[in-house]
T-cell receptor
């Protein structure tokens, strides 16, 4: 089992609040990702990082931001939460590999509810 | 945009029956991965297929990558209740970052 952690696991918060979802991995992986997943649905990539000081937006338009100051840490921040942000957020990491083709290891996820 | 579709969306089988999910991409893939997500859990990597026409087996699970590298399938022989979950394929695109695009998923329910 991979060592990738997310906190909090569950969060209920009011509209307009600023929140940060934490993600850490202890495997020394270069690449990290944030996905958004509604219940029973597919995963949508919202942010990714090649390594320290590298961040890119994914396919799904998101009002969140990310940072990658340390290899092991990839937090996601929502400046002003809205009910449309209610979802599960999954963090993942993968090691460097030939042509980038390595499996992704997922954290347990954060279930966010914005009221 | 790049899409990866899976069928069926949902299947309910009796324990011991076989199960197959199909994955189709709108574009040619460099490789394809399969993940399993248990109810309430997170996706867990199962396998990666790279070569055209490749077939790999893991006990009762058989994975296949199409000749044109645009489709794939997962077949489970004699399902067990422990097979319950959602199975996602994830196609690695040939362009730029070679991002992984997850399929729409097939939810499998197995009754004892």
């Amino acid at each position: 089992e991979a060592d990738i952690y997310q906190t909090p696991r569950y969060l209920v918060i009011g509209t307009g609040k600023k929140i940060t979802l934490e993600c850490s991995q202890t495997m020394g992986h270069d690449k990290m990702y944030w996905y958004q997943q509604d219940p029973g649905m597919e995963l949508h990539l919202i942010h990714y990082s090649y390594g320290v000081n590298s961040t890119e937006k994914g396919d799904l338009s998101s009002e969140s931001t990310v940072s990658r100051i340390r290899t092991e840490h990839f937090p996601l921040t929502l400046e002003s939460a809205r009910p449309s942000h209610t979802s599960q957020y999954l963090c993942a990491s993968s090691p460097r590999g030939a042509s980038g083709s390595r499996e992704q290891y997922f954290g347990p996820g954060t279930r966010l509810t914005v009221t | 945009g790049q899409q990866v579709m899976q069928i069926p969306q949902y299947q309910h089988v009796q324990e011991g029956e076989d199960f197959t999910t199909y994955c189709n991409s709108s574009t040619t893939l460099s490789n394809i991965q399969w993940y399993k997500q248990r109810p309430g859990g997170h996706p867990v990597f199962l396998i990666q297929l790279v070569k055209s026409g490749e077939v790999k087996k893991q006990k009762r699970l058989t994975f296949q990558f199409g000749e044109a590298k645009k489709n794939s399938s997962l077949h489970i022989t004699a399902t067990q209740t422990t097979d319950v979950g959602t199975y996602f394929c994830a196609g690695r695109m040939n362009t730029g970052f070679q991002k992984l695009v997850f399929g729409t998923g097939t939810r499998l329910l197995v009754s004892p």
